[in-house]
């Protein structure tokens, strides 16, 4: 039985995926966080339901982790009294944090360079320009004066990208300078991020990239990436990008399957990202794929649950492996179903969730494998990012890729219904 360190982890399914897999595989962890209520406010257990997977830890301990300098000594004593065999993180916030630890402990890991360039959205711009890997043109702006420059030379219309935030939160497209300024305001209003970390004041300017937007999952060891397969995705939210789908494997031609994977392999061996599972998205241009972005750990969005119901491959577990030094298992094995997809609810206003009506009509349904709806009572707003959704369907094809089409149709049977938010009295 190995014992793994799992650094703070993303609260969505990531978060019960990554402790599943420690356990499938006989091991244990312990998990570090500087905030355990952030979890447990995300993901509250039922009264009577079974506690929050971190919570099977073996050791639950709280430490800064958004302060490496102290953290660095101090897990070196706790290891030397727990004695880690790996270090793992899901969140992209401290995915070089964890890297950091590994490399400090003698553990296996990426290096953590490596891991730091992926995580910053303007050094992997940089990075891929370098090597030859095709993006969008950019630019990396510090201030509104600078972007107003590099719009002018780039050309309307861009898109503004934090070089630090997930979720594409504060993506825009911005068609001139007064939405520029506009995108610029809203990233000076959020100077810290959800986790308590001050943000870097670079923002990128990019290329509107046109096409289909794919992502490519790899597991990368031993110097080799391993293409496990392309997923597809649905945007929607405009001026924002907003995923509100994916189905696996993407319903491509196969030579833009090839061209995707390809492209995001010689991304990974760029920024020298090895024993890492990634999720690279590239968007098919008419000019050929074009990386938008590399994250160095598995998908979000539940995506390793459509990879694992089409191909049997966890990986989720392949993680767990990677961090432990071992070889993951990627024998694809027959699991009877050919195509898998999510569609997710999004709110198309602000106010108050009341109910979701429809659900009941869904579960019966022999396609749907997975129904989670938000609670009526939450506070919500117009989706513009990926922290908006009020839940998901998941659906699969054992004969076809009609898992999309599916899971589309079950999730138009759902409405919403909301009321206005209250203000409050004033004082």
Request: a negative charge.
């Amino acid at each position: 039985m190995a014992h793994l360190l799992v650094v703070e982890s993303w609260v969505g399914s990531m978060s019960s995926l990554l402790p599943r897999a420690v356990g499938k595989g006989g091991h244990r962890f312990t998990f570090l966080t500087r905030d355990l209520h952030h979890y447990l406010r995300a993901a509250p257990a039922a009264p009577a339901g079974p506690p929050h997977p971190l919570l099977d830890a073996a050791h639950v301990i709280s430490a800064d982790t958004n302060d490496p300098d102290t953290l660095l000594p101090w897990t070196e004593r706790l290891h030397d009294v727990l004695r880690f065999d790996g270090v793992a993180s899901s969140c992209d916030y401290y995915l070089p944090l964890a890297a950091r630890l590994a490399e400090r402990l003698g553990l296996p890991g990426p290096a953590p360079t490596a891991v730091t360039a992926a995580c910053r959205k303007d050094l992997t711009r940089h990075v891929l320009a370098a090597a030859g890997v095709p993006g969008p043109r950019f630019a990396s702006c510090h201030d509104l004066a600078g972007a107003t420059a590099a719009a002018a030379d780039l050309g309307y219309p861009l898109v503004v990208k934090p070089v630090d935030l997930c979720a594409g939160m504060l993506v825009r497209r911005v068609d001139d300078a007064a939405a520029l300024a506009e995108a610029f305001r809203a990233l000076a209003a959020f100077p810290v991020n959800a986790r308590g970390q001050h943000r870097e004041r670079t923002v990128l300017l990019e290329e509107l990239l046109t096409g289909p937007e794919v992502s490519v999952e790899t597991v990368s060891y031993d110097g080799r990436a391993h293409v496990v397969g392309v997923t597809d995705k649905t945007l929607t939210g405009a001026p924002a990008f907003v995923e509100a789908g994916h189905m696996f494997p993407a319903a491509l031609d196969p030579a833009d399957a090839r061209a995707a994977a390809d492209t995001a392999v010689r991304a990974l061996h760029a920024l020298g990202l090895d024993q890492v599972v990634a999720h690279t998205e590239i968007r098919l241009t008419p000019h050929g794929p074009r990386v938008v972005e590399v994250n160095p750990r598995p998908a979000g969005n539940r995506i390793t649950e459509l990879v694992r119901r089409v191909t049997g491959i966890d990986l989720a577990a392949a993680c767990v492996d990677l961090a432990l030094g071992h070889r993951p298992d990627l024998d694809p094995r027959p699991t009877g179903v050919t195509s898998a997809a999510i569609a997710f609810l999004l709110p198309d206003r602000d106010g108050r969730l009341t109910a979701v009506d429809g659900a009941d009509t869904l579960r019966d349904d022999p396609a749907l494998v997975e129904l989670t709806l938000a609670a009526p009572g939450r506070e919500v707003r117009h989706a513009v990012s990926n922290n908006e959704y009020l839940g998901h369907v998941m659906t699969t094809d054992p004969r076809g890729p009609g898992a999309r089409r599916t899971a589309e149709t079950l999730l138009a049977r759902l409405t919403p219904r909301y009321a206005d938010r209250v203000a409050a009295p004033a004082c």
